[in-house]
């Protein structure tokens, strides 16, 4: 089974950055899931697909997956492009959008 160590994305309710800096281990899903037939739940037989290990720096999960015998591969996070935008652009003079409300 392979792990996958990868820098998380903020999520849609998050503004900052906390929470995005940490590596995160995650073992990848041996079978596929399944739908209890009474209730409907979906559940797995996977047990190591609820660990999630989480490292200050990539060099230390691969140091961990290497120390244990776990075959990873590392998914290098994509770079975010700067927001620069103010409240006052709001109110700018030559806006390009109509102003409503």
């Known amino acids: 089974m392979v792990a996958r160590i990868y ?8 503004s900052g950055l906390a929470r ?4 995160v281990l995650e073992h990848e899903p041996e079978a ?6 009474l209730m ?8 190591k697909s609820q660990i999630r290990l ?8 691969v140091a961990y997956a290497e120390r ?3 075959a ?9 492009k700067p927001v620069r935008k103010s409240y006052a652009d ?8 109509k102003w409503t409300h």
């Open 72 to 80: 990873f591969r590392i998914v290098d996070p994509k770079p975010r």
């Open 40 to 47: 409907g739940w979906t559940s797995s037989r996977d047990m």
């Open 68 to 70: 244990n015998g776990i």
């Open 90 to 97: 709001n109110f700018r003079f030559g806006r390009v959008g």
């Open 54 to 61: 989480e490292f200050d720096t990539k060099e230390e999960a």
């Open 7 to 14: 820098k998380p994305a903020k999520t849609a309710m998050q």
């Open 20 to 23: 995005t800096k940490e590596w």
């Open 32 to 37: 596929a899931r399944e739908v209890e037939p």
